[in-house]
């Protein structure tokens, strides 16, 4: 069975410092991963993706993910967060073959202080 | 943007009423999803379709029905709305060129009272 566990509800960061927000992971097989962002009131954009390649992973506004096997897992990073970060961000992983269906964590809302 | 709209974007609904949401896509993707967002569950997989008239069950689909009957429009629909269908409404679809990528239209906010 898929799943995903996303460690923190709330995250705070000041401007400038680096943000990590942490994803575990279940998988019988090799997973797909995806990391989608919603900002207040908005719909869902897709941040960066791992699908076995890389397993260091890049995705738009300087942020990135790493896959790692070993434990389970597939933190989101960004070196210096932006105020314009600040959002609901969701660990995604994908199953069912040819369906393409998503399970989601249940999010980790990121607070950017000034 | 992946040519996904959704109609209504809100709606207010009595108990016991019927609440029909549409989905409209414009790229002619064969997969078509419909997921409702609530505060601490994350998305949800309510049913999701592989064709025109081709529809299977996602993980919270007691009380929903939905039809696909064009490719550019899959449909939603609650019986006798209900208030634990308060909720946000996602439809998506699956891009397939290259690995899969999913993508989410705007959403739809439902209340129900």
């Known amino acids: 069975a898929q799943s995903v566990t996303q460690l923190d509800s709330h995250v705070s960061v000041s401007e400038g410092t680096p943000v990590l927000l942490r994803c575990n992971y279940s998988?019988?097989?090799?997973?797909?991963l995806f990391w989608y962002v919603q900002h207040p009131n908005k719909g869902l954009q897709l941040l960066l993706k791992y699908t076995s390649a890389a397993t260091l992973v890049k995705g738009i506004n300087g942020f990135e993910a790493e896959f790692k096997k070993s434990e389970t897992s597939f933190h989101l990073t960004k070196p210096s967060a932006h105020m314009s970060d600040a959002a609901e961000y969701f660990c995604?992983?994908?199953?069912?073959?040819?369906?393409?269906?998503?399970?989601f964590g249940t999010g980790t809302l990121l607070a950017v202080q000034p | 943007d992946a040519g996904i709209t959704q109609s209504p974007r809100h709606k207010v609904t009595e108990t016991g009423t019927p609440v029909t949401l549409r989905c409209h896509q414009t790229e002619n993707h064969r997969y078509m999803y419909w997921y409702r967002q609530d505060p601490g569950h994350g998305l949800r997989l309510i049913h999701y379709s592989y064709g025109v008239k081709d529809t299977d069950k996602g993980e919270v689909s007691d009380g929903y029905s939905v039809s696909r009957s064009k490719t550019e429009d899959f449909l939603l629909t609650l019986e006798s709305a209900t208030s634990s269908q308060t909720s946000v409404y996602f439809c998506a679809i699956t891009r397939t060129s290259g690995s899969p990528e999913q993508y989410f239209g705007p959403g739809t906010r439902l209340t129900v009272t």
């Open positions: 995604v992983v994908m199953y069912g073959g040819a369906t393409n269906k998503l399970i």
């Open positions: 998988s019988s097989y090799s997973p797909s």
